[in-house]
């Protein structure tokens, strides 16, 4: 394996009917990495992949895909979970997984044994028989998996890979995907739920209205920004943390809270004012997290977190 990207883009750029979808956008990705390309819905993350894959042609610029300037010559290479998935209905599930890693050039024999493994694994070893459109979607979104590994690809590009799970099998699809990258597979994951791989990415790159924000070591980008949180657990008032003097934003969850303090704060009289209006059980100051460094960098009114903790484009009245 030598030190070259695995993934290179040089000024790329990507239009639809006049809008810049991806605008000169430069990405190095390493070899054996797991790699977040991340940011709200319709921030151009999908653009990019398909771009990077050949689906789409460039307007300008370049990619590079493992040493190669033409991503179809070396797509058998590539695993590939999209974000609309792509599942036969009435297809038997372990002759579809079968039939999809003969495609990426698997003997039909290894194939077969392959899907049959695949499907153990996710805990669905007894239902190869059935047809996908008897599966659920989260049973689905794990057949679909299998079949972006199933080839052994020296690069997987997971596109919403969580969608539709619930958190055992999250948990189960982390898992299956930190044991590609033990086996030195590169993995590029594509999401706006930025809680759910701020903890499993080496590098990130945060990517809004086409534009790269920010990219770099995820440990590096939250040191950089400082222990600027104030993380409580409490009890108290509906309201009782709006307008709190020396803090900047609140995410507030009911009974804990994350406050983002203002540059020139005092954590000590920002403590005080907190008793005076709450039953304060534990405090802590942290570095911000993802979310909030990406929100800083790119306008509160420009995104938003939803209940569920997904960064969704703000709707403009």
Not at 13 to 30: Q, T
Not at 58 to 71: A, H, I, K, M
Request: aromatic share 4%; net charge negative.
């Amino acid at each position: 394996m030598t030190n070259d990207p695995v993934l290179r883009t040089r000024k790329l750029v990507k239009e639809f009917d006049g809008v810049r979808a991806v605008n000169e956008l430069d990405l190095e990705i390493s070899a054996g990495s797991i790699f977040g390309l991340l940011g709200p819905n319709g921030s151009g993350k999908t653009t990019t992949i398909r771009t990077c894959m050949g689906v789409y042609i460039p307007d300008s610029g370049s990619v590079t895909l493992l040493g190669s300037d033409d991503p179809l010559a070396v797509r058998d290479r590539v695993g590939y979970l999209p974000e609309e998935r792509g599942l036969y209905p009435k297809m038997q599930v372990v002759e579809q997984l079968a039939f999809l890693g003969a495609i990426r050039g698997l003997p039909q024999g290894e194939a077969t044994k392959r899907a049959r493994k695949w499907l153990d694994r996710l805990d669905l070893g007894d239902r190869g028989k059935s047809a996908t459109e008897e599966f659920s979607k989260g049973m689905q979104q794990k057949v679909q998996f299998a079949a972006s590994v199933i080839h052994e690809p020296e690069i997987v590009i997971l596109d919403e890979p969580f969608t539709g799970l619930d958190p055992v099998n999250t948990r189960l699809l982390k898992e299956l995907i930190l044991e590609q990258r033990n086996r030195g597979c590169t993995i590029i994951l594509s999401t706006h739920r930025m809680e759910q791989v701020e903890a499993m990415c080496e590098e990130i790159a945060l990517i809004h209205r086409g534009d790269l924000v920010l990219r770099g070591g995820v440990k590096e980008i939250r040191a950089e920004s400082g222990s600027n949180t104030l993380a409580i657990e409490y009890e108290g008032p509906p309201g009782a943390l709006d307008g709190l003097p020396g803090v900047a934003q609140v995410h507030d969850s009911g009974r804990s809270a994350r406050l983002q303090m203002a540059a020139d704060a005092e954590t000590q009289q920002i403590v005080r004012t907190l008793l005076d209006r709450v039953q304060l059980h534990a405090f802590s100051t942290e570095q911000p997290s993802i979310e909030e460094i990406f929100l800083e960098h790119v306008g509160h009114g420009a995104a938003a977190i939803s209940e569920t903790g997904e960064l969704v484009e703000e709707v403009q009245a």
